[in-house]
């Protein structure tokens, strides 16, 4: 038995002491994220179907989805999709922040509303953005029609390509309050000072972009993009909620697919193995996250 | 003809019913209320996850019944009403945790996804079946598991899918009655869509509308999913004649239907955009109830018949089954045996104005199917109604080939991706042969 003196001596050594006061963060941790993603790659390696324990199949599953077509342009496409979402929401994201960095009658207001894509919840604006981009009562292809850019209606959602671009289009629209509020902070926090010292030294607005804005925003800029590209990558609710991953499959990505083969259909053991397959691009992208956070 | 309002039917009709029930004059629907062999258990309480109505009467009528069962037996009964494409992934996920609703009505062959996990339903069906003049040769595709050879199901009925169409934009393209073959309707649409008048039938991701008129033309032309062992069929001269004809038929179509949800024809079809649709009661009811101006308009017909010469109708079948994680099994049976009865089904039939065609025969002759000539072809789509994976083995397969949109891409590819009917047949192929290998 454990005299009282010695519990005590042995609380007073900071290793123990450690260990103990984040045993509690490190239980909470290990449960509510450890677990599922455990659970989640176990499946993987399953039969599992809804019901079903299955039977341990090793890498079967992966081997079955790889040699899938569906499977091979759902990962393509949700590459693409983040690829193509992360730039336009950087580029407008940080063009966004920088008007709105300049103190004009109303900036305050117009911060605030710029927010309201990333507040509103997810499925209310997917099924606005279903109805601007219905091919019968569009609204933005009355617009275009109207302004005598189109003949008719566009088919923004019938055809492969104009449905993947759209979907990259309302991902735009939603995650660029985020970027643009990261990089307004980021803005905020750099000395006038240097801009100052640059006019004296004769720079034009460009060279002071180039030389003291962007590299001071790098940090912040890797973070946003890295946790952007991770909600991105795993996004659901928008693509499920406007194609349901059609038309021909032209728009499944990784999430929607893994939900029909999984839920829909059954074969938990394939769902799991497409639903896991992103992570290989989310370790990166995290890995990236961690050292951007170290640096700083 | 008169057209009736919603009153006027729900009036006409449950009197209608009445007085044939005390005078005999429907002995197929003699009511079994009295000689229920479901005993509840004590202090039962029930749970039920169901889809929400497309039209208003049928949850109102629902929940009125339910009720009259609360108060006939005292068991209370809580009812969930969902979005009806969600009531599948949350019974799926009720059935992998073994906890949730007692009572599920869901959707086409669900049932069939995990079968190990639901009562047997057999008395409940065998029940009813010998007090309402039997049930339709559908409601043993959906609800009778083959694998694990008994009923996991109750067959409920259909949500029916016939064609809607405006009267007035046929007879223009010279068509004053709707034609009775695939030739005939094809001509019509083409008259109808050089008339400004396209039609419209979703090639998107829509699980009703897209799965109904695709596998209604690929059964018409014979064309099937499977043979009856299981092995893959849908490579045929059938299929592609099905292929050529779904091609023909795109060309008279609205912009824009490969992109469709469910809700979109009908929207369409209200809004005077196309001409010509598949669905069910609901666009007729909702056209009755809002839309006044076209309604005389509007009008329903039986899907014409393909080379097959018979029908070929896919509708949208929906069954009840109880988990058998339930501790009220007896309660549930009771509860659903108590729901399809003719003292509670006839007026909620007839409420809907026939928007559930129920999968027992002695309800074709409540008094509402005649009520009005565009209700009729709704009584009617169980004749010859087929199943889905026709003409294989229904079941798991089946099933995940159904959520996946196989069929419906195949359609797709050669009329929107501009892909050679052999090749998308190939494609097809390739899928179901993985599926089914799966399952």
């Not at chain 2, 006409?12 to 229920?36: K, Q, R, W, Y």
Request: charged letters at 15%; hydrophobic letters at 45%.
């Amino acid at each position: 038995m454990i005299s009282r003196s010695s519990l005590i001596s042995r609380l007073d050594s900071p290793r123990v002491l450690g260990y103990l006061l984040i045993a509690p963060a490190a239980i909470i941790l290990l449960g509510l994220l450890a677990y599922p993603l455990v659970l989640g790659v176990w499946l993987s390696l399953t039969s599992a179907t809804l019901g079903k324990a299955g039977e341990f199949v090793g890498l079967q599953n992966y081997a079955t989805i790889l040699a899938d077509p569906i499977f091979r342009g759902a990962a393509a496409y949700s590459v693409f999709y983040t690829v193509c979402s992360e730039v336009g929401k950087l580029v407008l994201g940080l063009a966004l922040a920088l008007v709105l960095n300049q103190q004009f009658r109303g900036y305050r207001a117009a911060r605030a509303l710029m927010l309201l894509p990333w507040v509103a919840p997810t499925v209310l604006s997917a099924l606005a953005w279903l109805w601007l981009l219905d091919p019968q009562f569009s609204a933005l292809s009355w617009l275009l029609v109207q302004l005598h850019l189109v003949h008719s209606n566009v088919d923004f959602l019938g055809h492969p390509w104009p449905a993947r671009f759209s979907l990259i289009v309302v991902n735009i629209w939603r995650g660029l309050p985020y970027f643009a509020i990261g990089y307004l902070a980021g803005l905020q926090s750099i000395s006038k000072d240097l801009y100052e010292a640059a006019a004296i030294d004769g720079a034009d607005g460009w060279q002071a972009f180039r030389r003291i804005t962007w590299p001071l925003l790098a940090p912040i800029t890797t973070i946003l993009v890295a946790f952007s590209s991770i909600f991105t990558l795993t996004d659901f609710q928008l693509i499920w909620t406007i194609t349901r991953g059609g038309p021909t499959d032209a728009t499944q990505v990784f999430t929607t697919l893994a939900y029909q083969r999984a839920i829909s259909g059954g074969q938990l053991g394939e769902g799991a193995a497409i639903a896991i397959s992103p992570i290989v691009f989310m370790v990166v992208l995290a890995f990236f996250v961690v050292r951007s956070v170290r640096e700083k | 003809m008169k057209h009736l309002d919603r009153r006027e039917f729900l009036a006409t009709s449950a009197a209608g019913i009445g007085a044939a029930a005390l005078t005999g004059a429907f002995p197929s629907l003699a009511s079994a209320a009295d000689a229920s062999p479901f005993k509840p258990e004590k202090d039962a309480k029930l749970e039920l996850l169901r889809w929400s109505g497309f039209v208003k009467a049928d949850d109102t009528i629902w929940a009125e019944n339910t009720k009259k069962f609360t108060a006939a037996t005292g068991v209370p009964v809580q009812i969930q009403s969902l979005n009806w494409p969600d009531v599948t992934p949350k019974a799926a996920l009720a059935a992998q945790v073994g906890s949730g609703p007692d009572i599920v009505m869901g959707w086409n062959d669900d049932p069939f996804v995990y079968p190990d996990k639901l009562v047997d339903m057999t008395d409940v069906v065998e029940n009813l079946g010998k007090a309402h003049g039997g049930w339709y040769d559908n409601a043993r595709s959906y609800c009778f598991d083959q694998d694990v050879k008994r009923w996991v199901a109750l067959p409920v009925g259909v949500t029916g899918n016939a064609l809607n169409y405006r009267k007035s934009w046929a007879r223009e393209a010279g068509f004053n009655e709707f034609p009775k073959d695939l030739d005939g309707m094809l001509k019509m649409a083409r008259g109808m869509k050089k008339n400004g008048h396209p039609t419209g039938f979703a090639l998107g991701h829509a699980v009703g509308d897209a799965n109904s008129w695709t596998h209604w033309i690929l059964w018409a032309f014979g064309g099937k999913q499977a043979n009856p062992d299981n092995s893959i069929a849908i490579n045929s001269p059938e299929t592609n004649g099905a292929l050529q004809y779904g091609k023909a038929l795109y060309e008279t179509m609205i912009d824009g239907v490969s992109g469709w949800t469910d809700a979109s024809n009908n929207q369409a079809f209200l809004a005077g955009k196309i001409g010509l649709t598949m669905n069910g009661i609901s666009i007729w009811y909702v056209a009755k109830e809002q839309f006044p101006a076209i309604f005389p308009d509007c009008a329903n017909a039986i899907p014409p018949y393909g080379p097959v010469k018979t029908h070929t109708i896919a509708n949208n079948f929906t069954s009840a089954y109880v988990f058998k994680y339930s501790k009220y099994p007896n309660a549930a049976k009771d509860y659903l045996r108590f729901m399809l009865d003719q003292a509670q089904a006839g007026p909620w039939v007839t409420g809907m104005l026939g928007y559930v065609t129920p999968a027992l025969k002695g309800y074709a002759d409540l008094p509402i199917w005649t009520q009005d000539p565009n209700i009729t072809p709704y009584r009617d789509v169980m004749q010859g109604a087929k199943y889905d994976g026709y003409n294989g083995k229904p079941g798991k397969a089946a099933a995940q080939a159904l959520d996946e949109f196989v069929l419906v891409d195949m359609f797709a590819d050669v009329c929107v991706n501009n892909m050679a009917p052999k090749d998308a047949m190939r494609k097809a192929e390739t899928r179901l042969n993985t599926i089914y290998k799966r399952a």
